[in-house]
């Protein structure tokens, strides 16, 4: 038995169980029912019997399909910014490279793990907009670079025979 035990949990799915009658019932069934009659208080349970109460009570009210649906959007849209970056020229094999372009402010401001849903449709936008303007910068030849001048060679070949 714990003594500094969190009920909000079982509190808050006890509330979200559509149920017409006294609550106060209800929890006393529930627990009995999850600690085997031994008791009807949610403070005497023990931590695995609370645990397994409140997880049933999740898959009752559904909030673990929603969690999941969540997180799958989630790592979708992650999955979606990931490939932009690298569309773009990010070397996203690097957490930290990736960290680094999402720490700017004119990108999002903060690192990509802690990007809420929001401000990834939000990234996404703005990946897509650099992209469809021409990319994050136009490379330009670097100085003492080799350039091509096969057709420049041609061309100075057919003045000289004039």
């Known amino acids: 038995m714990e003594e500094n035990r969190n009920y909000g949990w079982f509190y808050g ?6 149920f017409d009658g006294d609550r106060d019932e209800l929890k006393r069934i529930l627990v009995k029912q999850y600690t085997f009659g031994r008791t009807a208080s949610v403070r005497e349970m023990t931590a ?29 849209r992650r999955s979606m ?15 930290c490279r990736v960290d680094a372009f999402c720490e700017d402010v004119r990108i ?11 401000e990834l449709v939000a990234l996404g936008r703005k990946l897509r907009t650099i992209k469809r303007k021409g990319g994050l910068g136009r490379k330009t ?3 003492g670079t080799l350039l091509d001048v096969s057709g420049l060679e041609k061309m100075l070949m057919s003045v000289g025979e004039a």
Do not use: H, I, N
């Open 13 to 18: 799915l006890l509330r979200e169980l559509p």
């Open 48 to 76: 695995g019997e609370y645990g397994s109460l409140c997880r049933a009570l999740e898959r009752e009210v559904g909030r673990c399909e929603r969690r999941k649906v969540a997180g799958a959007l989630l790592r979708k």
């Open 81 to 95: 910014c990931l490939k932009l970056m690298q569309e773009l020229g990010v070397d996203t094999t690097s957490w």
């Open 108 to 118: 999002a401001g903060k690192r990509f793990a802690r990007l809420s849903d929001d």
């Open 141 to 143: 030849e670097a100085p």
